[in-house]
């Protein structure tokens, strides 16, 4: 029975490069194909990094979700090599959640090095990680339910459990300024508790790995000939520490305000590239897996 383009397939799978352990591959169904490469021009090709919805079962009471990783860098890596090398510019469909920093960096860099100029889609959500890799985007096409996220780190306590460096930055120097003028006998028994946990060595740690994703955001704003180095520090510490918490939601119109004028624009200015690009998505966005599909596209007559 022949489907609808519309129809959503989210059982279609990829054309897997060889025996590779990786979920990257070509876009298959014909019709998708027929419909990207009403998009794409001759020298541009597409390519999404999409986390499915669900997660995978990896063991009998734990399922695990899509997190940015090595795989990952590799996947990115052979879907850059595969396509043709006349292929200067890129339409990139981005839908995660992030991961592992040093790996949304490399994806970033890896994408930013490999071609003249990148079109970014967010048909729904790229938070963390997934925000620093929208960031290669020379635009970043958002819809109405599109949303950016904070790049404020992650790391974890001595419990296992997850917290942003900003926030323990944050208690650190609340802390330190209420008591830099107090003396030790007007410091209550519990307070003084509070500072002896202090862990200077977290607060450096903290540190560090802010001002790391500072720099990595920075970097690839600067990239860009239309933003101003001034521009890139400025927008690349207020993406890191200006928000309330790390699962914080930056809509179409926060983020336009949030990043370098012109970068952010509505779907409504380019509504046929978003639909196609969110149709293909959703070919791969209602799995249950623990790994991002990295799916690529060119027009069939300039395939090698």
Aim: charged residues 30%.
């Amino acid at each position: 029975m022949d489907r609808s383009v519309d129809e959503i397939s989210p059982k279609n799978r990829l054309k897997q490069q060889g025996d590779l352990p990786l979920s990257v591959g070509r876009e298959v169904d014909e019709k998708v194909q027929a419909m990207l490469d009403q998009v794409l021009e001759d020298d541009e090709a597409a390519l999404q990094l999409t986390a499915p919805y669900g997660p995978e079962k990896v063991s009998t009471n734990r399922f695990q979700g899509a997190q940015l990783n090595r795989l990952d860098e590799r996947s990115i890596d052979y879907a850059i090599k595969d396509l043709s090398e006349d292929i200067d510019d890129l339409k990139l469909v981005v839908n995660s959640p992030g991961g592992a920093v040093s790996s949304a960096n490399k994806i970033a860099r890896a994408l930013d090095n490999s071609f003249r100029s990148i079109e970014v889609y967010v048909p729904h959500f790229a938070k963390s990680g997934g925000t620093l890799i929208s960031l290669t985007g020379d635009e970043i096409v958002m819809g109405e339910l599109s949303d950016l996220g904070p790049l404020d780190p992650q790391t974890r306590d001595n419990k296992g459990e997850s917290y942003s460096t900003t926030d323990l930055m944050d208690a650190y120097n609340k802390s330190l300024d209420r008591w830099q003028n107090t003396s030790p006998s007007e410091v209550s028994a519990p307070e003084q508790a509070l500072v002896q946990d202090m862990d200077l060595l977290k607060y450096e740690e903290a540190k560090k790995l802010t001002d790391t994703m500072i720099h990595y955001a920075q970097n690839i704003l600067s990239q860009k000939e239309s933003v101003s180095e001034q521009e890139a520090t400025r927008t690349a510490r207020s993406l890191v520490g200006s928000y309330p918490i790390h699962g914080y939601t930056l809509t179409r119109d926060e983020a336009v305000e949030a990043l370098p004028e012109g970068m952010v624009i509505s779907e409504s200015d380019k509504p046929e590239e978003m639909n196609v690009m969110r149709k293909w998505m959703d070919q791969y966005a209602f799995d249950n897996s623990s790994s991002h599909a990295v799916v690529y596209h060119e027009k069939e007559d300039d395939q090698s």
